[in-house]
């Protein structure tokens, strides 16, 4: 049973920042064992994987649509998945959500498929205005 809570979501002007967290909790595993991810998704679009990181930390990999913009992180002691989000645009607005899955690679072809994580948070709202 593995539990995804995102934390950090609001309304910003277009060109702030904001910082998403999710609280990951495993009853089996810890958080150092899973495959971690962010997805979203706009009214009427389809889910887009954003981001994804190793169990290590040591491999991310990022859509090209926020690329140098976000930053995926991991704080595996606090079981926290980050995802520091630069430059919004109203674009940028959508339910975010993070996933999570024990099957590696983490960082293989096809991360971006929303049907590849088993694991689901309820999502974060993030809105971005200007």
């Known amino acids: 049973q593995v539990q995804l809570a995102e934390s950090g979501g609001g309304s910003v002007q277009a060109g702030e920042s904001l910082r998403l967290s999710c609280l990951v909790r495993?009853?089996?595993?810890?958080?150092?064992?899973?495959?971690l991810a962010w997805f979203r998704q706009a009214p009427a679009k389809e889910l887009e994987g954003l981001a994804v990181i190793s169990t290590a930390g040591t491999r991310t990999r990022y859509v090209d649509s926020v690329m140098g913009r976000f930053t995926i992180s991991r704080d595996d002691p606090a079981n926290t998945l980050y995802l520091d989000m630069d430059n919004l645009t109203p674009e940028d607005s959508a339910v975010y959500y993070c996933?999570?899955?024990?099957?590696?690679?983490?960082?293989?072809?096809?991360?971006?498929?929303?049907?590849?994580?088993?694991?689901w948070g309820q999502g974060t709202q993030v809105t971005v205005s200007g």
């Open positions: 996933v999570a899955d024990l099957q590696g690679p983490c960082t293989g072809a096809g991360w971006a498929k929303d049907s590849r994580w088993k694991h």
């Open positions: 495993a009853s089996k595993f810890t958080s150092y064992n899973y495959c």
